[in-house]
Every structure is written in structure tokens, then in C-alpha cells.
């Protein structure tokens, strides 16, 4: 099985709302590191809890980083976190939130960023 991603580059990827059981394909993919930036409950009781993304994405042997921003509201020490925790990444790295577009402008922020 294989997830749907877009490269931003050779080493990292994004991705739309993942669920607990795609932590499995995704270290299956070769991916060492799982960054979600959505805030949990932004979409509602349907979306899978962090803890629970944590859980499966632990069991399935990857680093998992929590790092929600809200659309339109990227903070510049947000900006500054996400660059703390790509340096201390395993890569690659495929990070999600509800369609990608959060996560890679938060990428692109943090390569503007001195941490």
C-alpha cells in the first residue's frame, strides 16, 4: 500500500489527513519521521486524535513530532519549531495536515529561518 504524497523535495514530503493505520505504509515508504500540523479537533470528532497517530506511528517504528498551526496564522516561532525539528529529523520526512498546503508553507518558512 502507498500513500498519496507530494515531494517538496528529495526529503520531504507532504500529505492530506492521515489515519492511525498509515503509519504503517508510510514507514513501508521508507519515511523515518511523521509531522502533523493540524491542530486536533479541527475537523471535528472524525479526525484521528495526535495520540492515537502518535501510538500507531511509534508502533510502526517512526519519530512522530506534533507541531499544529492554524490555516492562515503561521507564527514565526512556529515557523522556528518546524525548523528545530527538521534538523533533528530522521529523514525523509512527510508531514500532513487537512490537504498538504499548510505543511509545505510552513517547510518553506522554516528554510527562511535561522533556529
Do not use: W
Request: hydrophobic fraction near 50%; glycine fraction near 6%.
Amino acid at each position: 500500500m502507498s500513500l498519496p504524497v507530494r515531494s517538496v523535495t528529495p526529503e520531504f514530503y507532504v500529505a492530506a489527513q492521515l489515519a492511525p493505520t498509515d503509519m504503517a505504509a508510510a514507514a513501508a515508504m521508507g519515511f523515518k519521521t511523521v509531522i502533523c500540523n493540524r491542530p486536533d479537533m479541527e475537523g471535528g470528532a472524525e479526525q484521528p486524535a495526535s495520540s492515537s497517530m502518535q501510538a500507531a506511528a511509534v508502533a510502526a517504528g517512526l519519530h512522530y513530532v506534533y507541531l499544529p498551526v492554524v490555516p492562515g496564522s503561521i507564527t514565526p516561532e512556529q515557523a522556528v519549531a518546524m525548523k528545530q525539528a527538521l534538523d533533528a529529523a530522521q529523514q525523509p520526512v512527510l508531514a500532513f495536515c487537512r490537504s498538504g498546503a499548510r505543511s509545505t508553507q510552513l517547510f518553506m518558512l522554516a528554510q527562511q529561518t535561522a533556529a
